[in-house]
């Protein structure tokens, strides 16, 4: 991914906030911003707030049979679905460059990080 470059009018703008410790939204830059999850037993929905910033998911479990090459283990799919408020450019009916980089992401984040024991997810070894 190609990251444009700062223009002299951002760069100063940032020398400056880090001179005088504060962010664009006025917090210092030690300070977080709040965060809020709430989450539905019943549904399987889950919202995190943080800042301004409001993000939902939502749950859903399957049964069915493991992968032959890992008949221990289950799995995890995820599914993501960008609002058209997310973006002025984005396309309802296309999940865009934006939305499959974010897949991406998430799919290596649970795989590489070994946060989940997929052999917990499985309920019988090969069924």
């Known amino acids: 991914m190609r990251i444009e470059p700062l223009s002299t009018c951002e760069r100063n703008f940032i020398r400056e906030c880090i001179l005088i410790n504060k962010r664009v939204d006025g917090r210092s830059s030690d300070e977080f911003r709040k965060f809020d999850i709430s989450i539905s037993e019943s549904d399987g929905i889950i919202i995190a707030m943080l800042g301004k910033t409001k993000v939902s998911a939502q749950i859903n479990s399957h ?35 934006r939305g499959l980089e974010l897949t991406s992401f998430l799919e290596a984040l649970y795989r590489d990080s070994e946060c989940i ?3 917990s997810l499985c309920i019988k070894e090969g069924e």
């Not at 995820?78 to 865009?96: F, T």
């Open 63 to 97: 049964t069915f049979q493991p992968r032959p090459h890992h008949p221990q283990n289950g799995s995890l799919h995820i599914d993501v679905d960008m609002s058209p408020m997310a973006s002025p450019n984005h396309d309802n009916r296309l999940l865009g460059r």
């Open 117 to 119: 024991d997929f052999e």
